[in-house]
């Protein structure tokens, strides 16, 4: 375990925060700290936990959803939520994640004006609490902004306290030409306030104010808050846009050591807390950067596997898993106590970002132009010291498996199967996307109405409309979301898809993405095969070194498999799952 472990809590607090705040005094912090966790009569455990592979098992799934993708006019959406995952996901997804559920301004709920609420549009905390009483409930920290017309705010442009130290400060004069942005729009925004004229840092749109953390004051409001969410009974924090919490003047401001070391002061609270508390980084960001929010296991539990939609996509779409059979050679197993969440779709686009490296610019151009053929869009970021870059693809991801680089075919509801079963194959919890299990196409009437391009990926199911479509064998929806659930059954139920056991990637033909899994006891053993084209593929027996005294089986097609015989064969697109046990 890390030596900081040993330590007892006090003693890990405050050297932390020595490390994030050095001039001031460390015992008087770390009292508040604790306090802010730990209010009233609340204690904390004596000893922490120490990192495990126990917080989670094979039969963990996630469905992303926001609170109102589902409405029909007449209920609270957060009800008709609720029934839709009784009716639909209960033994298919152990957890969810609602996008944020709190009053916001902007950005779908990621402008946040009051963090103590929940939006009365979507309901109210019982049902927030009905849907934790059935499910492991993941919410959003926002922690890196606030919205220009919540309460925080409106207080500090009218000078009072505490608000009137919240917000982080620049002038137009600074160097900000090393920021790393994710977006376009001018860095500083210029407010007025009683305090005369200021210029006040906005990473991502000039509704979102970011927070000064460098304010103790700050960070003791947000520990506050993540107690008010587990109190309600959220068992995963999602630290949103979590790289850009602090900021230097003539820095890049993004990945800097007193954000490491905030994330590390949060993970020492959840290892004390009496309740089991999982954080969760997201961070859109290349390999390395990404995988740095482990830390040395005293960091996040999790980190989103960003590199996936792009590669998955890609490898759908040329027909080729060169370059994600790469990467995931070079891919190191998460450390003990700590996952990967895998995806390929989310409330944001596909983040062309942490494909940096990875896929040519060459072969990044031939998915975006795909992707515009088939009606998707493409958002951009701006380059330090000018110019512009793909931020991320805007799509549903059903939709963006429609067509390949060859141009369409009769393959698209098994190229799409078969890109979420390689997200249920792999080390780490598998994660969808709720217009993944649904089979939702682009919303261009929402784009249009809204003028945001991330709207295509965001529809708004009319329930009864949704039941219709599922109840009907013959929909696309109703395909899709069988094809996903049953396969997540049989996930559930195979010790060797455990988040953390063993996995390695084996060398096949470029048209077959294939890994070894096998479970922490060394008992079962997975061979999880992946056609990612549209061809017949056979596969030599002898790549996988399947046991000849035993008994293999496709888990997926319920087929045996000859031990005795050269190949396996694999139809366009097809996934197997080839274990010794069943």
Known sequence: MPPSAKKTLGQRIHTLV???????????????????????????????????????????????????????????????????????????????????????????????????????????????????????????????????????????????????????????????????????????????????ERHVWCTFSHDQIDVDFRNPEVLLEFLRIIRLHVDNGVQIIRLDAVAFLWKEIGSPSIHLPQTHAVVQL???????????????????????????????????????????????????????????????????????????????????????????????????????????????????????GGGEAPYEINTTFFEATGQTFAGRDDHHLARFVCSQTIVMSLEGIPAFYIHSMLGTPNDHDQVARRGMNRAINRHNWDYPTLNALLDDPETTNAKVLRALSERLKIRAKQSAFHPNATQFTISLPDEVFGIWRQSLDRDQS?????????????????????????????????????TSATTISLAPYQCRWITNRV
Not at 89 to 114: E, N, Q, R, W, Y
Not at 334 to 353: E, K, P, V, W
Not at 545 to 559: A, F, H
């Open 18 to 196: 020595h490390k994030i705040y050095p001039d001031l005094d460390a015992d008087i912090l770390s009292s508040k700290i604790v306090e802010a966790f730990w209010p009233d009569d609340t204690k904390p455990r004596k000893r922490g936990r120490a990192p495990s592979n126990n917080l989670w098992t094979e039969a963990d799934a996630l469905l992303i959803t926001y609170g109102n993708s589902i409405v029909d006019g007449a209920h609270k959406p957060l009800d008709l939520l609720h029934d839709f995952l009784l009716r639909r996901m209960k033994g298919v997804v152990k957890g969810v994640h609602i996008l944020p559920f709190f009053p916001f301004t902007s950005d779908d709920g990621f402008a946040v004006s009051d963090f103590r609420a929940v939006n009365p549009r979507l309901g109210d905390w019982p049902d927030i609490n009905r849907i934790a009483g059935e499910f492991a409930l993941m919410s959003d920290l926002v922690l890196n902004h606030v919205s220009s017309q919540g309460a925080w705010f409106n207080a500090y442009r009218q000078g009072q306290a505490p608000y009137d130290q919240f917000f982080f400060e620049a002038s137009p004069d600074d160097d900000l030409t090393n920021v790393v942005r994710p977006r376009t729009t001018p860095l500083l925004q210029k407010v007025d306030t009683s305090m005369g």
């Open 266 to 384: 949060m993970r020492v609270l959840c290892d004390f807390a009496n309740e089991s508390i999982i954080l969760l980084t997201e961070t859109n960001v290349p390999k390395a950067e990404n995988l740095s929010y482990f830390g040395n296991r005293d960091e996040a539990h999790a980190i989103y596997n960003f590199p996936l939609p792009p590669l998955i996509l890609h490898a759908m779409m040329s027909g080729s898993a060169k370059y994600i059979q790469r990467w995931q050679k070079g891919m190191p197993p998460a450390q003990l106590g700590c996952a990967y969440l895998n995806f390929t779709a989310s409330h944001d686009g596909i983040g062309m970002r942490p494909a940096e490296g990875i896929l040519p610019p060459e072969e990044q151009a031939r998915m975006i132009d795909t992707i515009k053929d088939i009606g998707g869009l493409v958002s951009m970021r701006a380059l330090p």
């Open 526 to 562: 997975i061979f999880a095969l992946h056609n990612v084209s549209g061809n017949t593929i056979e596969v030599a027996q002898d790549a996988m070194s399947m046991i000849d005294d035993e008994d293999w089986v496709d888990l997926l097609s319920g087929e045996a498999i000859d």
